[in-house]
Each structure stands twice: as structure tokens, then as C-alpha cells.
């Protein structure tokens, strides 16, 4: 069964800083996507990964995937307090879509 | 135009009652989901259908009763209420199960008393 393994679950930084987060999964994942969420919110999907060496930019967050180490990343350039949320990675397989459990990103001004 | 819409957004009640969210998706897809957040936001799939059909049940209690009248709508019927059903839940709607991004609805906060 797809287990997902994100780190860190806290991080709190300092503006223009930059970080990384990072999320393992357990077994093949048909595809490994990243979603935002603000307080009280809905999930906002980031991005979708398709295949090994993917990599996708919006912004200041980048993502990437290598499906040989099963590890996923994203990463933060030059942090702005507007991206402060909480971010989720999830893999997808086996007719489900199984999430991480989250990284609480605080950016301070 | 919502893309994932659930009603209601906020639903207190009392421990014993029964209870129902509805969702409702308008992007064409034949999937839909349901997970439910705890207070520690983890994110924890509950149900997934795929034209209408119940395609996973991940182990929760019987007292919650999914429905899919059409592959547009999964509702979500919960009885005998107990204070550990507490969460927000959320409907989730993708093209392909596993292996295309969910669309999510904005969270039914559920309150048991």
C-alpha cells in the first residue's frame, strides 16, 4: 500500500530565505502531485508529476520528482510571507489519491 | 462557477443526530472522492466512486453512507453522530481515479456536540 512521508511537518523561516520540502513515498506511485492549503481553506492543486526527472516551476516554488529514489521536492526561492501555508504532497495509485501529512510553512517578515 | 461545490460549510449538531453534506462537481469527471481532516489537518481518504459506483471504502465506520445518484453528485449521509466525527470534510473530483489531480470542493466543517 502507497505510504507518503513528508519532512519537515513544521517549518517556520525567515523571508528571502530559501528551503526545501521533501516527501517520500513507500511503493510506485502513478503520479506524485503538490497541493496548497491556506487556514481554513480548500486545497489548491500546485502541481502534477508525471514521470522521472519531472520538474515544474510557478514562481517561487519548484518542484521536482525522481521516482527512482521514490522522492519528491519542493522547493521555496526567496520566500515571501504570502507563501506561508500548508503544503501536501500525495501519490496516486491503485484508484486512489493518498496525501502526506502536510508541511505548516510560517514565513516571517 | 463552482467547480466543487458542498453544502453546507458549516454543520453543528448534536452527538446522536444524523447527518448529511452533499457535493456536487460540474467539471465532467467520473471521479469523486471523500476525505475527511482532522484537527491535526491530516488528510485521510474515506470513499472513492467512479460512475457512480463505490469503488473503495477505506474502513470507516458503516454508520457513514455514501450516495451517488449520478456521477455529478456523492452525498455523504452520517448517523448516530459521535464527537470523534468532528473534522472537516471534503469532496474531491479528478478525470481519472489515482491518476489525475483532484479538484477540491471548500470543506463541510462538521461539529458534534
Known amino acids: 500500500e502507497l505510504k507518503v512521508e513528508q519532512n519537515p511537518l513544521f517549518l517556520s523561516m525567515q523571508e528571502g530565505k530559501n528551503y526545501t520540502i521533501y516527501c517520500n513515498y513507500s511503493?510506485?506511485?502513478?503520479?506524485l502531485y503538490w497541493y496548497r492549503q491556506d487556514p481554513g481553506k480548500s486545497l489548491e492543486s500546485l502541481f502534477v508529476?508525471?514521470?522521472?526527472?519531472a520538474v515544474k516551476q510557478e514562481g517561487r516554488l519548484m518542484a521536482s520528482l525522481d521516482t527512482k529514489a521514490r522522492l519528491s521536492t519542493l522547493h521555496i526561492t526567496a520566500a515571501v510571507h504570502d507563501l506561508s501555508a500548508t503544503y501536501f504532497c500525495?501519490?496516486?495509485?491503485?484508484?486512489?489519491?493518498?496525501f502526506g501529512k502536510g508541511t505548516r510553512l510560517h514565513i516571517l517578515p | 462557477d463552482t467547480a466543487v461545490s458542498q453544502t453546507p460549510k458549516y454543520l453543528v449538531t448534536q452527538m446522536g443526530n444524523d447527518k448529511s453534506i452533499k457535493c456536487e462537481q460540474n467539471?465532467?469527471?467520473?471521479?469523486m472522492y471523500w476525505y475527511k481532516q482532522d484537527s491535526k489537518k491530516f488528510l485521510k481518504i474515506m470513499f472513492s466512486?467512479?460512475?457512480?459506483?463505490?469503488?473503495i471504502n477505506e474502513t470507516v465506520p458503516n454508520r457513514f453512507s455514501p450516495k451517488s445518484p449520478d456521477k455529478a453528485h456523492l452525498n455523504l449521509h452520517i448517523n448516530s453522530l459521535e464527537l470523534g466525527d468532528s473534522a472537516v470534510y471534503f469532496c474531491?473530483?479528478?478525470?481519472?481515479?489515482?491518476?489525475?489531480?483532484?479538484?477540491f470542493g471548500q470543506g463541510t466543517r462538521l461539529t458534534v456536540v
Open positions: 511503493t510506485t506511485s502513478d503520479r
Open positions: 500525495a501519490g496516486g495509485r491503485d484508484d486512489k489519491i493518498i
Open positions: 467539471l465532467g469527471h467520473d471521479t
Open positions: 474531491a473530483s479528478s478525470l481519472l481515479m489515482g491518476a489525475t489531480e483532484a479538484f
Open positions: 466512486y467512479n460512475n457512480k459506483e463505490l469503488i
Open positions: 508529476l508525471l514521470s522521472n526527472g
